[in-house]
T-cell receptor, first 113, second 112 residues
């Protein structure tokens, strides 16, 4: 069991560009969560999947953000037309199911210039 | 909506000092409560948890007790070490979807 992995670890992009992040959860974990963490703050929930179904989206997730989890395995988070306010650490977590511990990946740090 | 409030940092202590980091929450019902730790350059790790009132979570010398009456989950350690220097996050788990709601984090720095 290699834990939750995220790629890339760092991404620098120019305002207006699109970016895509990938999260590979622990195998057999049904739930996958995305959070965003800005400097000096705690992580904030963005969205989560139960297998391939996206069951909840935060109001933070504007229409420029989209997430998928095809076949209930890895997940991608895409941000279109990035803005400087999107600069943050994007965290992925997975859990076996609803009441189980969430295991976090190392995060993808996005910098929008 | 549900929320978590932590004492602000940074907290600076000398080695072997007693640590308390306050955490209070607002929630519907009785959510599970957690402390996560983020060491420099590393990802979030679960430190301890409590799932119902009066439960005490403990790990690595840290303890926290789920206090329903005061809606609190304060983190304590009797004797901190330099290696405990990290950012500590209090969190609750939403009873519906299972998402975590975090406090803003408290940075702890332990000096030798």
């Amino acid at each position: 069991d290699t834990g939750v992995s995220q790629n890339p670890r760092h991404k620098i992009t120019k305002r207006g560009q699109n970016v895509t992040f990938r999260c590979d959860p622990i195998s057999e974990h049904n739930r996958l969560y995305w959070y965003r963490q800005t400097l000096g703050q705690g992580p904030e929930f963005l969205t989560y999947f139960q297998n391939e179904a996206q069951l909840e989206k935060s109001r933070l997730l504007s229409d420029r953000f989209s997430a998928e989890r095809p076949k209930g395995s890895f997940s991608t988070l895409e941000i279109q037309r990035t803005e400087q306010g999107d600069s943050a650490m994007y965290l992925c977590a997975s859990s076996l199911d609803r009441g189980y511990e969430q295991y976090f990946g190392p995060g993808t740090r996005l910098t929008v210039t | 909506g549900d929320s978590v409030t932590q004492m602000e940092g940074p907290v600076t202590l000398s080695e072997e000092a007693f640590l308390t980091i306050n955490c209070t929450y607002t929630a519907t019902g009785y959510p599970s409560l957690f402390w996560y730790v983020q060491y420099p350059g590393e990802g979030l790790q679960l430190l301890l948890k409590a799932t119902k009132a009066d439960d005490k979570g403990s790990n690595k010398g840290f303890e926290a007790t789920y206090r329903k009456e005061t809606t609190s989950f304060h983190l304590e350690k009797g004797s901190v070490q330099v290696s405990d220097s990290a950012v500590y996050f209090c969190a609750l788990r939403d009873n519906q979807g299972g998402k975590l709601i975090f406090g803003q984090g408290t940075e702890l720095s332990v000096k030798p």
